[in-house]
């Protein structure tokens, strides 16, 4: 018996379920998929092993994932190209199978004996998800969830006829939020073959979507591009943004750039999943969390969380970011206002420590940004003799300048808005900012 995703795709098999490279698919194909990979592969593979699927997002992939959520199977989408990166996820997630997404050839694997957790899945009869942290500070985490539950959560919604980017990646929570939404609405998907600013905006004109969700660096490397210069963009109403803080002066440069489009603020954790959430405005990083199936306390400043599909636990990690009474801690530091709007002002492990003194990165990158002769820039820090640490920043110019007129430029322009100690004391002219495969800024420290 199916389970109640795939069952409801019966109230809406002749419309389109997803769009990729320039193939439509009806919920009705996607059904019969699912069958066909059941009545092949599952020949081999048994209810709740541990399956890999290494891919990003296409139309075999996701009939795969949602085969083996059927299947009662623990999944570990794969999405990296990286060999070394894909033999230790492997390793750590206790695979069993591993299948290549887009061609569906699969591969048996010398399996050691589960994880505790694993077991715990397997014995209730539950599909589980197992999902990568980015390891933009260290090893990435394996984290388990029952993946039952997590669909559970996007039961009930109404059906909607609307066109919907997924962005982020295959096995990254904020992707898989977006496909079960859609999913669970009877909308449709559209999936990009790649991630490229421009390509991106074509997609956007070509489906008339609506809703961009999105990171800020790549809503800058939009800006950076003129990609909505080149092409029709009116249809968008949303844009979405998450996975790290958002300079102000970049929202704003945003907001004139899509004046009439609104702006979220969206928040979600790999281990606690996405959160409903308000925006103060568009042009304010303030946001609300008003979402029933999580709560949230401020501790020192940092955001904990609880949710109902929070996840059971980490397979290669210490459980030491969780409370024993379940409060996640997300070393997301925040900034409260008495309305109870809050701002995500940075990364607990991101601090800079300057003389004892403490220097928010993204306060000092929202500020270099307000410069008209500044395209992008990325602060971090660098040890100091005398102070320990010192601030450090990589900046994309607009014009070429020299490293002598950089520094005197970025340090006469901040005089006057930031403390001495938050000042850069050294500025390197860089092409682009560092940023990994989920366009999230991937800090240097030291």
């Known amino acids: 018996m199916s389970k109640w995703l795939i069952e409801q795709f019966s109230d809406v098999l002749d419309n389109t379920s997803l769009i990729y490279k ?50 009662n199977n623990i999944i570990v989408p794969i999405a990296t190209t990286i060999d070394d990166e894909i033999s230790e996820r492997l390793e750590e997630s206790f695979c069993q199978w591993k299948i290549i997404g887009d061609t569906l050839v699969y591969e048996k694997l010398e399996s050691k004996e589960p994880h505790s957790m694993i077991k715990n899945l397997q014995e209730s009869n539950n599909a589980g998800l197992v999902l990568f942290s980015s390891g933009t500070t260290g090893k990435p985490k394996a984290m388990i969830q029952n993946l039952d539950n997590l669909i559970d959560s996007y039961q009930g919604k109404r059906q909607k006829n609307m066109n919907m980017l997924v962005f982020l990646m295959f096995d990254h929570i904020g992707g898989l939020n977006t496909l079960f939404n859609t999913l669970a609405i009877g909308a449709t998907l559209i999936l990009p073959e790649n991630r490229d600013a421009e390509y991106i905006c074509s997609l956007l004109e070509k489906h008339k979507i609506r809703v961009l969700p999105s990171s800020p660096t790549f809503l800058n490397l939009i800006l950076i591009s003129e990609a909505y210069k080149k092409f029709d963009l009116k249809s968008l109403r949303m844009i979405t943004y998450g996975t790290e803080a958002m300079p102000e002066s970049l929202l704003k440069r945003l907001k004139a750039t899509f004046p009439k489009v609104k702006f979220l603020q969206t928040f979600g954790t790999s281990e606690t999943g996405i959160a409903s959430t308000s925006s103060k405005n568009s042009e304010s990083t303030f946001m609300k969390i008003d979402d029933p199936n999580l709560e949230y306390k401020i501790v020192n400043d940092e955001l904990w969380l609880k949710s109902k599909t929070q996840i059971l636990g980490y397979l290669n990690a210490s459980m030491d970011s969780f409370t024993d009474d379940g409060w996640f801690k997300t070393g997301d530091l925040v900034e409260v206002i008495d309305d109870g709007y809050l701002k995500i002002i940075g990364r607990n492990k991101e601090m800079i420590n300057v003389g004892g003194e403490k220097v928010l990165p993204a306060e000092v990158e929202s500020v270099v940004l307000e410069m008209d002769e500044v395209i992008d820039c990325m602060a971090y820090s660098e040890s100091n003799n005398i102070t320990g640490q010192t601030v450090v920043i990589d900046v994309v110019f607009k014009e070429e300048l020299t490293s002598r007129e950089a520094k005197k430029l970025i340090r006469k322009f901040c005089r006057d808005k930031l403390d001495g100690y938050k000042i850069p004391s050294k500025v390197n002219i860089v092409e682009k900012t560092n940023f990994g495969e989920r366009f999230k800024k991937i800090r240097r420290k030291s």
């Open 22 to 71: 320039g193939n439509v698919f009806t919920y009705r194909e996607l059904n019969e998929k699912i069958l066909e990979i059941e009545s092949t592969l599952f020949k081999e593979i048994s209810k709740n092993d541990v399956v890999a699927i290494v891919s990003d997002y296409s139309f075999n992939s996701i009939a795969l994932l949602l085969a083996l959520y059927n299947n």
